[in-house]
């Protein structure tokens, strides 16, 4: 529990974390919920707002239920009232830091494994639009895409998942643009 301490899912005081109260104020409140931004069959797709709960627990699952305290800290934007409920969970140094939103989770199961490398392994998104012609080859090249960890797993032939034998791509040779090595030492 004393580590998931560092996360916290509450407003802060205005006198002791002025800088603090500040950002939450501004990117980590949730709400108000809509039928455009969150809201699902009358329900928040995020589950905000969370009860009030004193003290934070770890559920089976593995993720926290953060202490939403009920201690009368309030934040009115516009026409709208903010408590605890409404604050998404959030690191206190790097929030003061870098004064931005950083929604951050902790887990402690086996999922955490799962999410981390579905991430690992996405590619970036790719799009190529030619209005006249097209050249498979050219097409080929162009869409690849190997990122620096996928190269170096290939490289130094480390397993990524499992599959034997490893994949090469072999460069393609067009006619007039064949590789020509010369020795110097090689006679006529």
Same mark, same amino acid.
């Given at each position: 529990?004393?580590?998931i301490d560092g996360v916290i899912a509450?407003?802060?005081d205005s006198n002791l974390?002025?800088?603090l109260h500040s950002v939450v104020t501004r990117c980590m409140l949730h709400g108000p919920c809509s039928p455009q931004r969150c809201l699902e069959n009358n329900v928040c797709k995020k589950r905000f707002p969370k009860p009030f709960t004193p003290h934070t627990t770890i559920k089976e699952d593995g993720y926290?239920?953060?202490a939403h305290p009920e201690n009368g800290r309030t934040i009115q934007k516009h026409q709208d009232v903010f408590d605890n409920r409404h604050v998404a969970p959030h690191p206190r140094e790097l929030l003061v830091q870098f004064d931005c939103h950083i929604n951050l989770e902790v887990c402690g199961?086996?999922?955490?494994?799962? #999410? *981390?490398h579905k991430y690992i392994y996405k590619g970036p998104d790719c799009a190529t639009i030619q209005a006249e012609g097209h050249d498979e080859i050219c097409t080929y090249l162009d869409a690849? #895409? *190997?990122?620096s960890t996928q190269a170096c797993h290939n490289i130094f032939e480390f397993p990524m998942h499992m599959e034997w034998p490893a994949v090469y791509r072999l460069p393609i040779c067009l006619p007039g643009q064949q590789s020509v090595v010369l020795c110097a030492d090689a006679q006529n």
């Amino acid at each position: 529990m004393e580590q998931i301490d560092g996360v916290i899912a509450q407003i802060p005081d205005s006198n002791l974390h002025p800088q603090l109260h500040s950002v939450v104020t501004r990117c980590m409140l949730h709400g108000p919920c809509s039928p455009q931004r969150c809201l699902e069959n009358n329900v928040c797709k995020k589950r905000f707002p969370k009860p009030f709960t004193p003290h934070t627990t770890i559920k089976e699952d593995g993720y926290p239920d953060y202490a939403h305290p009920e201690n009368g800290r309030t934040i009115q934007k516009h026409q709208d009232v903010f408590d605890n409920r409404h604050v998404a969970p959030h690191p206190r140094e790097l929030l003061v830091q870098f004064d931005c939103h950083i929604n951050l989770e902790v887990c402690g199961s086996i999922k955490a494994v799962k #999410y *981390i490398h579905k991430y690992i392994y996405k590619g970036p998104d790719c799009a190529t639009i030619q209005a006249e012609g097209h050249d498979e080859i050219c097409t080929y090249l162009d869409a690849r #895409y *190997i990122s620096s960890t996928q190269a170096c797993h290939n490289i130094f032939e480390f397993p990524m998942h499992m599959e034997w034998p490893a994949v090469y791509r072999l460069p393609i040779c067009l006619p007039g643009q064949q590789s020509v090595v010369l020795c110097a030492d090689a006679q006529n």
